[in-house]
């Protein structure tokens, strides 16, 4: 599995944007997650959305402002981020697994090259 991500970019404070993930490969049953990289080591958990797109999770800090969703037709998941502030300036990275959705990053075995979001105050 191939994860490739766009979007991303410069925003002021308060502005949106939208994140995609398309996925190639092996795609089937793959559920999938959005984590960010700030100034620390670790990725934190954003959002994640089951295969079905029945079921989706978030961070306590983006309930509200984000909201994850996918078309399985064309292989692809989103991320719209809406009101953002200077603390969700993070490279993203999309990721992927085969089972259940999960929040931790160890879970997922495919991962996106990351995408860079800036936020202006």
């Known amino acids: 599995v191939a994860l490739v ?5 410069v ?5 949106s944007l939208r994140l995609s993930c398309v996925a190639s490969g092996r795609t089937s049953y ?26 989706t999770y978030y961070e306590d ?12 037709d064309v292989n692809t998941v989103w991320l719209q981020m809406n009101s953002l502030n200077t603390d969700d300036a993070a ?3 999309c990721a992927a697994r085969r089972g259940p959705v999960a929040q931790e990053e160890s879970a997922y075995e495919y991962w996106g090259q990351g995408t ?4 202006s105050s």
């Open 5 to 9: 991500q766009s979007g991303g970019g």
């Open 11 to 15: 925003v002021q404070a308060g502005g």
């Open 30 to 55: 793959l559920a999938m997650g959005w984590f960010r990289q700030g100034p620390g080591p670790e990725r934190e958990f954003v959002a994640a959305i089951n295969w079905h797109g029945l079921n």
């Open 61 to 72: 800090s983006v309930k509200g402002r984000f909201t994850v969703s996918r078309d399985n």
């Open 91 to 93: 490279v993203y990275y």
């Open 116 to 119: 860079r979001v800036t936020v």
